[in-house]
């Protein structure tokens, strides 16, 4: 089975970054998702790691350590859009045929 | 390119009562799924559907639950009969069949049961 870790909630102020942490526990591991959720709305697909390194994507960029099996969402230059909630999510090797698993939510709010 | 599209967009029932949820995927996607998402939780999977055959369906409350997809293309979702702890959002996703890490949901159906 798979479980995810990440912070119930963050609060930052426009223009500053944030890091948002992950942690996750794999019986077989197929690469790290992000996905955007804001209150009401549809999660929406950030980006996703199969290897480790940086992955970046305009103001928002993506980590993965897999000897750590750690991973984090990194948000710069921060919008007061950008207040919503943040998933992680994985996808088992083992069980190829399973969709994502995703983590409980990281909630950011971003104050002015 | 036109998105997910679910219908309805909110639903109140009582207990023991029946409801069902519609979805149609993005043009071409082959894969399928079903979420339930409660309040301040991730989704959680209920169903996954590659084309019209069911590829993971370990999560799906069978005694109450079902789910169909004819043709391969729109499906379905039925609770029968529901309980006060099925009130959550029920989000279709799709995507193309190798390429599940990204996954393209719908609005969602907002349940509440009372």
């Known amino acids: 089975g798979q479980s995810l870790e990440q912070p119930s909630e963050v609060t930052a102020v426009e223009g500053a970054i944030v890091q948002i942490n992950c942690t996750y526990q794999t019986s077989g591991f197929y690469g790290l998702s992000w996905y955007q959720q804001h209150d009401g709305g549809a999660p929406t697909f950030l980006s996703y790691n199969a290897l480790d390194g940086l992955e970046e994507t305009g103001r928002f960029s993506s980590f993965l350590s897999r000897s750590d099996s750690y991973g984090y969402l990194l948000l710069q230059e921060l919008q007061m859009k950008d207040s919503a909630s943040y998933f992680c999510a994985v996808r088992d090797l083992d069980t190829g045929r399973r969709a994502l698993t995703f983590g409980s939510g990281t909630r950011l709010q971003v104050q002015p | 390119e036109a998105g997910v599209a679910q219908s309805p967009r909110y639903k109140i029932i009582e207990k023991r009562q029946s409801v069902a949820f519609w979805c149609n995927p993005i043009?071409?996607?082959?894969?399928l799924y079903w979420y339930q998402q409660i309040l301040g939780q991730g989704p959680k999977l209920l169903i996954q559907?590659?084309?019209?055959?069911?590829?993971?369906d370990s999560q799906l409350p069978k005694d109450r639950f079902s789910a169909e997809r004819l043709k391969g293309v729109d499906s379905t979702l039925k609770i029968q009969p529901a309980k006060l702890e099925d009130s959550a959002v029920y989000l279709c996703a799709s995507s193309h069949s190798d390429r599940t890490n990204i996954q393209y949901f719908g609005a969602g159906t907002r349940l509440s049961v009372l």
């Open positions: 043009s071409g996607h082959a894969t």
């Open positions: 559907f590659q084309n019209n055959g069911v590829v993971d």
